[in-house]
């Protein structure tokens, strides 16, 4: 992270800067897509946007790297490690892991309610037991704790001009959406972990299920199913980006840049995906890096046009509650 955002979200102290130093290489590492959309917001909230990608990516990592333990109690363990001292660091702002010293950090700064990364843990701990979802009411409860509060706790970093409570609906429906995109992206490497995500009763709909599914993985062979059921997955996401999207115009005006290349970004996936012909279980979909770019330089003039309105007009982002 530059001296110059930590600079600007006056965050002196030398061990708290490397705190959020941590966090910001690992959302570089790890979120690419999230990532470059971080460099569209003012330098002030960018480490703040770290601080939650970094915390949610410690947990997410538990319970789902690969290459980490295979054992579930061991992965328990490390769960129950982290909410101890996420719940410590909570009450008492400091920390000896740096990422939870500088989410703790952020909480205090910006008031974000303790209740989303509590909840955000609930589903980290469903994913050590629970392998799939019969319906999508199901899948949506899970989603609360793992992407909708994502949405919630980004709020107050980004800033509202309206009360929050009128956005919130809004920020939780692009966590939801933002998650499915990677759940139809991920679908292969889901099943490799012994999961699906995707729900069975839209799965069964199309003649498809985890069988199938596995089937068609491991044999490297594609069934029209599957093909239909995922594109039937496609069109439930984008019907929950129209959802989210009233919410871009309820954002501090130099946010929505950061939003809106976010949620181009990740749409860009869904259209990949079916470019692709839906062979998500056999090989990744990505966005190019030319596209990318492209999204990225229309990110820049529209940041640029954002803060010189309000260098103009002498606006201050409103205080929403």
């Known amino acids: 992270m530059t ?75 490390a769960l129950d490690g982290l909410r101890r001292e996420l719940e410590s660091g909570l009450a008492t702002g400091v920390s000896g892991e740096p990422v939870v010293r500088a989410l703790a950090h952020t909480a205090a700064e910006h008031r974000i309610d303790h209740r989303h990364f509590t909840d955000f843990l609930a589903s980290m701990y469903a994913d050590l037991e629970v392998t799939d979802y019969p319906t999508y009411a199901d899948l949506a409860r899970y989603m609360h704790g793992s992407a909708a509060v994502i949405g919630l706790q980004m709020l107050p970093v980004l800033g509202t001009v309206v009360p929050r409570a009128e956005a919130a609906p809004r920020a939780a429906a692009l966590g939801v959406a933002f998650q499915l995109t990677n759940f139809l992206r991920d679908v292969g490497e889901d099943l490799d972990r012994g999961r699906v995500y995707l729900p069975a009763d839209l799965l069964a709909a199309h003649g498809v299920d985890r069988e199938l599914l596995c089937w068609s993985r491991e044999s490297g062979r594609r069934d029209r199913r599957v093909g239909t059921a995922l594109a039937a997955a496609a069109a439930l996401t984008r019907g929950v980006y129209r959802e989210a999207l009233p919410g871009l115009a309820m954002l501090d005006p130099v946010s929505r840049p950061c939003v809106r290349t976010a949620c181009v970004l990740y749409g860009g996936i869904l259209d990949a995906v079916a470019d692709d012909g839906y062979r998500v279980l056999h090989r990744r979909a990505r966005v190019s890096r030319r596209r990318r770019a492209v999204l990225a330089t229309d990110g820049l003039a529209r940041v640029a046009a954002a803060r010189l309105t309000a260098r103009r007009t002498g606006r201050r982002t409103p205080a929403a509650t």
């Open 3 to 77: 001296d110059r955002e930590l600079d600007a979200a006056g965050v002196l102290d030398p061990a708290l800067r490397d705190a959020y130093r941590h966090c910001r290489r690992l959302n570089a590492r790890h979120g690419r897509t999230y990532f470059l959309a971080t460099r569209l917001l003012p330098a002030r909230r960018r480490p703040a946007v770290h601080a939650l990608y970094g915390f949610a990516r410690w947990a997410d990592d538990i319970v789902d790297d690969l290459g980490g333990p295979a054992d579930p109690a061991a992965r328990r363990r």
